[in-house]
Structures are given as structure tokens and as C-alpha cells.
């Protein structure tokens, strides 16, 4: 049987199946799956809340840049600030760059007929 595992959750599932399936299951076996499961899961939580901190890092930049440029942020100058904030949230997403050249249909059509209507024409004159 090929065990594959799709998540964390079905890793420690098939692992605890595994371990109980003896006669006489290993404590410490299964608590080593558990820890290994708490450790991926706290891993990513880290990863989440560093992405998180740097959105908020960026939000309190722009309601500070709000408040430079306008004293206290009110009803009227609510508009400024929330502009402030999504531009900032936009132009902190980096997109990577895809240096993979991109072909369409269309051009290749097109330089195919272009080619062949020369080719033709080259053809009659020799």
C-alpha cells in the first residue's frame, strides 16, 4: 500500500494507525507524531503572523503619514487615511518576476501566413 500524505493531519493520522495497529503501541512513538504535528502547526502559525506583522507595520506607516500630512484623523479626513492605507497595502505586494517568454496563437499565425506569402512570392520570381 502507498501511503501518501496530503496534509499534516492525514501524516499523523496514518502515523497514529500505524503505531495502534500493534499489539502493544509505543507511547513514546505516538508522542513524537504529536510533537512533530504541533511543530509544523506552530511553524506555520510563525510564518502567518510574520506576514501579518509586516501589513501591520505598513498600515501604521500610512496612518502616520496621514496624520503628518493632516494633524488627527477625523470624519472628513477618513477618506485621505483609508486611501493612504490601501495604496500602501497595493504597492507592497511584489510580484515576481517571470522572465519566461510568452507566446500567443495569434502572433504565430500570423508570422506563418507572413512566411509563407513570402515564400510563395519568392518561388514565382525564380
Same mark, same amino acid.
Given at each position: 500500500?502507498? *501511503?501518501?500524505?496530503?496534509?499534516r *493531519?492525514?501524516? $499523523?493520522?496514518?502515523?497514529?494507525e500505524?503505531?495502534?495497529?500493534? =499489539?502493544?503501541?509505543?507511547?513514546? =512513538?505516538? $508522542?513524537?507524531l504529536?510533537d512533530?504535528?504541533e511543530?509544523? =502547526?506552530?511553524?506555520?502559525?510563525d510564518k ?11 498600515? =501604521? ?5 496621514? &496624520?503628518?500630512?493632516?494633524?488627527p484623523?477625523?470624519k ?17 505586494q511584489? *510580484?515576481? $518576476?517571470?522572465?519566461?517568454? *510568452?507566446y500567443? &496563437?495569434?502572433s504565430m $499565425? &500570423? ?11 519568392i518561388?514565382?520570381?525564380?
Amino acid at each position: 500500500m502507498v *501511503k501518501k500524505f496530503t496534509s499534516r *493531519k492525514g501524516k $499523523l493520522e496514518l502515523g497514529l494507525e500505524d503505531e495502534l495497529s500493534f =499489539n502493544d503501541p509505543n507511547l513514546e =512513538n505516538i $508522542l513524537t507524531l504529536v510533537d512533530s504535528y504541533e511543530k509544523d =502547526n506552530l511553524d506555520t502559525i510563525d510564518k502567518l503572523k510574520r506576514g501579518k506583522s509586516l501589513e501591520l507595520k505598513r498600515i =501604521n506607516g500610512a496612518l502616520k503619514q496621514t &496624520i503628518d500630512a493632516h494633524g488627527p484623523i477625523t470624519k472628513v479626513l477618513i477618506g485621505s487615511a483609508s486611501k493612504r492605507i490601501h495604496g500602501s497595502l497595493l504597492t507592497s505586494q511584489v *510580484k515576481p $518576476l517571470d522572465n519566461t517568454p *510568452k507566446y500567443s &496563437i495569434k502572433s504565430m $499565425l &500570423i508570422g506563418f501566413t507572413v512566411a509563407s506569402a513570402l515564400f510563395f512570392t519568392i518561388c514565382l520570381f525564380l
